[in-house]
């Protein structure tokens, strides 16, 4: 998780470079070289990043949020693990998806 003592800007730009690198990594994915290769490094990291960028999704500042919401599709795309990772995004964000999305 980020650290509560860290600033807005800091959280945001962590959370922002996170979402690019993931993003690059996912293109690289949907090349033509390195497909199985990108997808299985991003994959490894998957369930470790999630819970940090979850909490990214909860924060109070608009632009945490907004980032957060973009590194989780960039998550999920770059490791090629959709249905993999959706559970886990719903147990995360919804309480293991007893409340309906509004």
């Known amino acids: 998780m980020l650290k509560s003592s860290c600033t807005v800007a800091d959280r945001s730009f962590s959370i922002g470079t996170i979402a ?14 390195g497909v199985a290769e990108s997808a299985g490094v991003v994959s490894r990291f998957a ?16 632009e945490v949020r907004s980032n957060s919401v973009f590194a989780v ?20 964000e919804w309480g293991g998806g007893n409340r309906e999305m509004q």
């Open 47 to 62: 369930s470790k990043l999630l819970p940090v960028l979850m909490g990214g999704v909860r924060d109070e500042d608009d």
């Open 20 to 33: 690019e690198t993931l993003q690059a990594l996912g293109g690289v994915a949907m090349g033509t070289g």
């Open 73 to 92: 599709g960039a998550l999920v795309e770059a490791s090629g693990e959709a249905l993999t990772l959706y559970p886990s995004i719903r147990e995360e």
